[in-house]
C-alpha cells in the first residue's frame, strides 16, 4: 500500500518507466505475496484510487517483470473473491488479455513435472476428481494419456488451464474405463478431451478453452508419435439432464388442469420415449440413482436426451447446456450420445450415466462455428441450433440413439419446425436441400 | 490481398478466433513473406480498408501465431518504407507495443549463436561499422566483451536492437582501444555501452534503448563472472559538434556588423578555449580532420565540447545532442569528456575526436531521470539541463576538462544563469545550497 503511495506521483509521467525501477515493481509483488487479505484489499484500494493513466501504467510495468502477468491475475483473482466491482477491473482484465494473445504457450505436464505443478494438477479436476496419487499417474501415463495446459510463458509453472487427453481406439463412449483402467490402449486413433479445467479464478471471464483444445489438437497432430491418431472427440458430462427430468415429472404431477402441457409432457417422457409401462421404474432410477436400473432405458435416455438438447431452448435461445453450447461454439459437432457412460455419483446425480461425444473435425471446425459469416448475438445463439440440426440426418439420428425409423422421421420433422422458428426463408432453403429424407418411413 | 477480402467478413465477428483457422492467418504470413513491395502495398491497403475493430482482430489473431509480432513488424516497417500514413498504423503500433510489454527477452549474443544472427549484427552498427569478420568475433570474446540484444520470446532469432558492451579497466575514453585492441583487457571492473542500434525499421518511435541498457545492466549484475563489474557507462558520440562549430565559424564571417553577437562568438571559440593565436590551426584542423593537428586543443576541445552540450539549447530547451538527451533522459549522469576517443574518420567528422560517457549508476539512475515528479513535457525538457547542472560542482568541471579555475568560476556562474532562467525559484534555493563553490578561485 504504501508502495503504491511513494509510486503514484511517478506514474503520471508519460515515461515512467524510466523514474520506476524494476526493483520497487518487484517489492510490490513480493509485498503482495505475503499479504493477508485484508492488506490486499487495500493495496487495491490504493491502486484504484490513483488516476486511470497512472493505475494503467502500473499494470504495464508489472506486466514486464518476471511473473508479472501472474501477479495481475493474482490481484485479479482478489477483486472477484471480494466480490469488488472497481473501475481497476477494466484495465486489469485488457491488460491480462493483451498479454496473453503473444504470450500463451500450451505446455505438456509429465510425470516429472514440478512437483507444485502436480499437485496444482492433482487438485484441478472438479467433474472426475482425481481419487489418489495412482489415478493421477494413470493421468499421464506416455502410452495412452496426455495432459496439456496453457502458460504464459514468463511463468510457465503457472498452468492457467488444463485439460485431460485420453488415446483411445475409437471414440471413447465410458468415463470409467478413461479414468479406472489401467489397461494401456493399444493402437489409438482416438484423442478424447475428457476433462477441462481452470485453475485461474482470477482469469474468470476470460475463456482460453477453445485456445486451449485447438492448441493440445495441433500439438498432437505435430507429434509423429501419434500420427495414427486422427479423430479429435470430447466426452463430455451434460450436467442439467436429470434436473431438467424431475423438473418435467414435477411439472407432470401440478399440471393435471393443463391438457395440452399434460399431453407434451406424456408425449416426452412417456409415450415416444420411456414407455408408460416403464414409467414408475424410471422414477425410481431417477430417485435412487442406482446403475442398476439403467439397463431397461438404454434406449429411452438417449431419446430424452436428444430432446433435452434440441428441444429446450435458453431464454436467449441457445441450448440449455453450457457444456454443448461450449463445444458448439468451439466448432465441434454433436456426434454421439452415450449411454452409461459415467455410471460413478456425479454421473447419475446430474445425467443419469448419460455423455455426449462432441466431435472436433480439423478439418471443418473452423466453418462449422455458428458464427461463421454473422456478427449479430442473436442470430449466433439462434445458429447454435441451426447449424448443428442441419448437419443432422437420419443416419446421424440413427447413431443418436433413435432406433425406429417413425420416431426418427418425426424428430427430423421437429427439428424443421424447430428450425423454422428461428431461421429466416434463405437458411430453410438451404435445409430442405441438406436435410437427406430418411431411408425406411414405417 | 484474396486472403484479407476471404477473412474481412469473418473478422467482424466478436469471436473471430473460433472462425479463422490459425493456417489461414500463417498463409497469410506466408503470402506476406514471398511478396514484392507492390503486392505488399496492395496487402496493406486491403488491410487498412476493412472496419477499425476488424483489422484489430486481425493484428490481435497474428499476435497469437509464430513469429506472429514479426510479422506485425514487418508491415509496419513496409508502412513506414512506403511513407504511408494510414489509420492502420495506430492498431499496428498499439499492438505491437503492448506485445512486447510481457514479450521482451534480453538475449546474449555469442559466437555460436545462429548465422543469420550473426549476420543481422555484423551489418548493424551505423556508428562504428563493423570492419570484418575479424573485428566482429572480437566483440563477441567471452572473457572482456558482451553483446546483448532484445527480441519477443515467440522469435529469438529475430534481435530488435543490440547493444555492445566493453569489459575494462576504468571507465574506457577510446573507442579504437575497443574496437580494435585485440589484447584480452584484465581485471575488468567497467561496462561500457559503445554501440547501440536498432535492428528494426519497423519498430521506428517505439524506444527500446532504454530497456535493452537497463537489462543488460541487470543481466551483467546478476553474472556470477562478473562480480568485480560494478561501473556501467556509456562511450558515446557527439554526431553534431563539428557541424555546430562550423556554423558557429560562419556567423563568425557574416556577422560583422552585430557586435555583441561577435562578441559572444569570439568569447566561445577564441578567447576563453582556442585562443586567438591557435584560430587559423583550428579552422585547418576542422577542414582537414587530420587527427595530426588535434594535440593543440585537447583543453580546447572540451571546453568547447562543454559549451555545446550545455549552453546550446534546442528549440524545445532539451540539449542540441540527441544521443545527450537520450542517456540524461534514461537517468544517466554526463561523467566524462573525452578527447581523442575517436579518431577515425567518422569520429573526426562529427566531432573531432571527442567522445562523451554517460554514466549509469544503477542505484541513482531511476532517481536521476529529468522525468521524477514532473509530468509536463516543458519541465521535462528544461530539466534535462537544470538536473544535470545541478550536480555539477567544481571538481566535476575539472574531470570535464575544464583546467583553469577561473575558468571552472565562469562556467559555474553561467550556467547558474541558464539555471535561473529555465527553473522556478523553489529549485534555485536547492541549487545555491547543492552547488559547492570552487576550491580556487584565482
Chains 1, 2 share one sequence.
Not at 483473482?77 to 486489469?92: D, E, I, R
Not at 482416438?190 to 475463456?207: K, Q, T, V, W
Not at 415429472?249 to 416403464?278: H, R, W, Y
Amino acid at each position: 500500500m504504501s508502495i503504491v503511495k511513494s509510486l503514484s506521483e511517478r506514474l503520471q509521467l508519460k515515461h515512467a518507466e524510466k523514474v520506476i525501477a524494476p526493483a520497487e515493481i518487484q517489492a510490490f509483488q513480493h509485498e503482495w505475496g505475503k499479504a493477508e487479505i485484508e492488506t490486499k484489499l487495500q493495496i487495491i484500494e490504493s491502486l484504484d484510487s490513483i488516476p486511470e493513466d497512472a493505475s494503467r501504467r502500473f499494470l504495464q510495468l508489472m506486466t514486464r517483470q518476471p511473473n508479472g502477468v501472474s501477479t495481475l491475475i493474482a490481484i485479479r483473482s482478489t477483486l472477484f473473491k471480494a466480490k469488488l466491482s472497481l473501475p481497476l477491473a477494466t484495465g486489469l482484465t485488457e491488460t491480462i488479455t493483451a498479454n496473453l494473445d503473444s504470450g500463451l504457450q500450451v505446455q505438456r505436464m509429465r510425470k516429472d513435472s514440478p512437483r507444485h505443478i502436480i499437485d496444482l494438477f492433482s487438485s484441478s479436476d472438479r467433474v472426475h476428481p482425481i481419487a489418489s496419487e495412482c489415478r493421477m499417474i494413470r493421468r499421464l501415463e506416455e502410452v495412452d494419456r496426455r495432459v496439456f495446459y496453457l502458460a504464459h510463458f514468463q511463468n510457465p509453472a503457472h498452468p492457467l488451464i488444463v485439460v485431460n487427453v485420453a488415446l483411445t481406439q475409437g471414440v471413447a463412449s465410458s468415463i470409467q474405463k478413461i479414468l479406472d483402467d489401467d489397461e494401456k490402449e493399444s493402437g489409438p486413433d482416438s484423442a478424447i478431451f475428457y476433462s477441462i479445467s481452470s485453475l485461474e479464478p482470477g482469469l474468470r471471464g476470460i475463456d482460453l478453452g477453445h485456445r486451449l483444445i485447438t492448441s493440445a489438437t495441433a500439438e498432437m497432430q505435430n507429434d509423429v508419435s501419434l500420427t495414427n491418431v486422427t479423430q479429435f472427440s470430447s466426452l463430455s458430462p451434460v450436467p442439467g439432464f436429470r434436473r431438467w427430468i424431475l423438473k418435467m415429472m414435477d411439472s407432470d404431477q401440478s399440471a393435471l388442469g393443463n391438457v395440452k402441457k399434460i399431453f407434451e409432457i406424456a408425449n416426452i417422457l412417456s409415450v415416444e420415449t420411456i414407455g408408460a409401462e416403464n414409467y414408475s421404474d424410471f422414477r425410481e432410477l431417477v430417485a435412487s440413482l442406482d446403475p442398476q436400473l439403467l439397463p431397461k432405458f438404454s434406449n429411452s435416455l438417449p431419446k430424452l436426451l436428444f430432446k433435452y438438447l434440441f428441444a429446450e431452448k435458453g431464454p436467449d435461445n441457445s441450448t440449455v447446456c453450457p457444456v454443448c453450447n461450449f463445444h458448439v461454439r468451439n466448432g465441434a459437432e454433436l456426434w454421439r450420445l452415450n449411454f452409461s457412460a459415467n455410471t460413478a455419483q456425479y454421473g447419475m446425480s446430474e445425467s443419469l450415466s448419460m455423455m455426449v461425444n462432441y466431435r472436433y473435425y480439423t478439418d471443418k471446425m473452423w466453418q462449422n462455428s455458428p458464427a461463421e459469416n454473422r456478427k449479430d448475438v442473436f442470430t449466433w445463439t439462434v445458429d447454435i441450433n441451426g447449424r448443428a440440426l442441419m448437419r443432422l440426418d437420419d443416419e446421424k439420428l440413427e447413431r443418436l440413439g433413435v432406433d425406429h425409423p417413425n420416431h426418427r422421421y418425426e424428430l427430423l420433422n421437429e427439428i424443421l419446425k424447430q428450425v423454422i422458428f428461428s431461421l429466416n426463408s434463405r437458411v430453410i432453403n438451404e435445409l430442405y436441400s441438406e436435410a437427406a429424407i430418411p431411408r425406411t418411413v414405417l
